[in-house]
Structure formats: structure tokens, C-alpha cells
């Protein structure tokens, strides 16, 4: 039957939403409870040889278990809960008119039932159940009919208050459920966002970032030169630095790839220590390393800058017992003094690299 397995085969828990999870944990607690609460006002109402109403209870018991049973197999929150919302409810009923009988005085369940329902099913469980009870509460207002058992006033004011205290400790215990379950489902939330942002983080770091050696890509130096060009204060000037290794490639055929990176990644190093701590290096790829200066009219830091690196590398790379020698070609442009376009800033840093390296050459 294609409606039977739909709605009763067995499921796991990655079957589930969150929010079902939630449910079906909230629903197998409570059902525990319920039962836990069958079974010992059973025994009371045993001793009291109140038959009707244990076989009443033992009834609603055995369904409620049986429902368990096919909470835990087929995982379908939506008719479980309503079950056990809806043998809860009639069994709060008829326990009512066998001892109280309809009229004034009328049982502390039917305050229980709407917060079951909001936990067991939710807010259109809490609709539709709080409408009944309320129903039932105006009806005991209206109509009066007589109790089953005639019991004394002793007896009755007992089994008030065993009622009451059950009552409350349902209401507590689901009450605590939920903020638990709340709880329990904030930090999975969290979790999950943390483990988001990471993912997040990683691919931006992979999109914006050199591997190799950590600073910025391409691409990333990009995007930053014309954010900085669009925002770029008045008597304000960027000065673009465009860097090559002058023997790179010699040392990457004759020594291997390993110590081609090693000296990339002491290059980028060292470059990072030659300019401010604000100032923008990007690694644009092979050998070829950039950095934006924004500096004011009158500040000349692109000579300091300038022998800073040309210091940094008359120093020899070491790797593996291996001295490596890599001077730098630099050039450099500035906005808006020499440039005033962003393609125009970048081909002038370019020739003015290449102009050096050319100089250097011919030597």
C-alpha cells in the first residue's frame, strides 16, 4: 500500500530536518513521562478499586506505546504527535467525567493539554488543542452532568491533588524540555554558522591569496588598487611599485622547484619588512611582486622604500646548505602625478620595471 509506506516506513535520523529532530526527541520524552505518570496513578487508582478509570488509563497506555513504537520506526513526528496529543486529550475526558462528572469543578489536565501541544506538534497543534480544551472547560460551565463515581469528599480532594502535582510536574518537565531543546538546537546552529564562516573564510583566502607565500593575488591587488583610487582623498598619491627577481629562473631550472618556493617565499618576506605596515604587497604571480604606497605630496617615501629592498636583497638565499643570489628590479609610478588612469599607472610601473632590468642587463 503506497499511503502505508509513505507515512509508517522506517527512517533514519538523517531522513530528518532540525526542526523534526527537535520534535521527535520532545515527543519520545514526553511520551515517557506520560506513560511514567499512567503507571502510577494506575497503582493509586487500583488501591482506590476505581476499575474504570485504570482500565481507562492502562488503554491510553497501551496506545500511547504502540505509538512510541512507530515514532521510533517510521520517524513521522506529524501523526505521532497529534496521537498522542489526541489519546491524552480524551483520556483527560473521560477520567473527567468518571470522577468529577461534567460540571464546575473540572480537571487540571485541561490546562496541560496547550502546552503539550505546542511542544508535541506546535503552533497549530497549540490552535487546535487549546480550542478544544477550551471548549471543554466552557462546557463544564454550561452543562452539568453527574459522575460515575460517587466518592467522598476525602477521596475526591486527594485525587485533586494528586492531579495537580502530576499536572505541574508535566507542565515543568516540558516547559524544560523545550528550553533545552532550544538551547541544543542554538548551539548546533552555531556550530553549523562557525563551520559556514570557515568554509567561507577559505575560499576567500583562496580566491584573494598567494599560497605560497600569504600575501594578496593578483586578483586581490586589483580589486584594491581601484578601491583605493575611487576613495582616494584629494593632495593624496599612490605610488605603485612593480618588483621582479632578476635570476629567478636560473635558480628554478638549475636547483629544482624547492628552492625556486623557498626563495618566492623568503622574497615575499623580506619584501613585507621593506615597506609600512599599511602599505598593500601582492604577490602577481612567477616572480613578479607589486605593492601600492598612499603617501602625501610632499612625502618622498618611495626612495626609502627603495633602499630598503635593494639592502634586503644583496643578502644571499639560503636552502639546504645552498647560497642563492637574487637581486630585485624595481619600478614605480605614481597616481595622479604620472598616471591618471588605472591601466595607464600599471603599464608605466611595468616599462619602469623592465627599463631596470634591461639596465642591469646591459652591465
Avoid at 506529524?78 to 468529577?100: E, K, Q, S, W
Avoid at 452539568?144 to 508535566?170: C, G, K, M, Q, R
Avoid at 538546537?185 to 562557525?194: G, W
Avoid at 618588483?243 to 623580506?270: C, P, Q, T
Wanted: net charge neutral; with cysteine; glycine share 4%.
Amino acid at each position: 500500500m503506497p499511503g502505508h509506506n509513505k507515512f509508517f516506513k522506517s527512517m533514519n535520523y538523517e531522513d530528518l530536518s532540525d526542526i523534526n529532530i527537535r520534535q521527535y526527541f520532545l515527543i519520545r520524552l514526553i511520551t515517557y513521562e506520560l506513560l511514567i505518570c499512567c503507571i502510577f496513578i494506575d497503582v493509586l487508582y487500583m488501591f482506590g478499586r476505581l476499575y474504570y478509570l485504570v482500565a481507562v488509563l492502562s488503554t491510553a497506555g497501551i496506545v500511547v506505546l504502540l505509538n512510541l513504537y512507530l515514532l521510533i520506526r517510521s520517524k513521522n513526528v506529524f501523526i505521532c504527535g497529534h496521537v498522542t496529543l489526541f489519546i491524552t486529550f480524551i483520556t483527560v475526558l473521560i477520567a473527567n467525567y468518571l470522577v468529577r462528572g461534567i460540571g464546575p469543578s473540572f480537571s487540571a489536565w485541561f490546562y496541560v493539554i496547550p502546552t503539550l501541544s505546542l511542544a508535541l506538534v506546535g503552533f497549530s497543534g497549540l490552535l487546535i488543542y487549546s480550542s478544544l480544551s477550551l471548549l471543554m472547560i466552557i462546557g463544564c460551565r454550561i452543562f452539568l452532568i453527574p459522575a460515575h463515581y460517587s466518592l467522598p469528599a476525602t477521596e475526591l480532594v486527594i485525587i485533586d491533588w494528586i492531579n495537580h502535582l502530576v499536572a505541574f510536574i508535566i507542565i515543568v518537565s516540558t516547559l524544560d524540555s523545550l528550553l533545552r531543546e532550544r538551547n541544543h538546537y542554538a548551539q548546533i546552529l552555531r556550530r553549523k554558522n562557525y563551520a559556514l564562516q570557515l568554509e567561507k573564510d577559505k575560499y576567500y583566502y583562496l580566491a584573494c591569496f598567494d599560497q605560497l607565500t600569504n600575501l594578496p593575488n593578483r586578483q586581490h591587488f586589483k580589486f584594491n588598487l581601484e578601491r583605493i583610487i575611487t576613495s582616494l582623498p584629494a593632495s593624496t598619491y599612490i605610488t605603485l611599485f612593480f618588483m621582479d627577481l632578476d635570476n629567478f629562473k636560473s635558480i628554478n631550472d638549475d636547483f629544482g622547484h624547492d628552492a625556486g618556493d623557498y626563495v618566492l617565499l623568503e622574497a615575499a618576506k623580506r619584501l613585507r619588512t621593506c615597506f609600512r605596515e599599511k602599505d598593500f604587497v601582492a604577490r602577481l604571480g612567477g616572480d613578479e611582486f607589486t605593492a601600492l604606497v598612499v603617501h602625501s605630496r610632499d612625502e618622498d617615501i618611495s626612495k626609502v622604500i627603495i633602499k630598503r629592498i635593494e639592502h634586503a636583497f644583496k643578502q644571499p638565499f639560503h636552502f639546504k646548505n645552498q647560497i642563492y643570489h637574487s637581486s630585485i628590479s624595481i619600478g614605480l609610478a605614481t597616481y595622479p602625478d604620472k598616471a591618471k588612469t588605472i591601466d595607464e599607472l600599471m603599464t608605466l610601473a611595468d616599462q619602469a620595471m623592465y627599463q631596470t632590468k634591461r639596465e642591469k642587463e646591459d652591465v
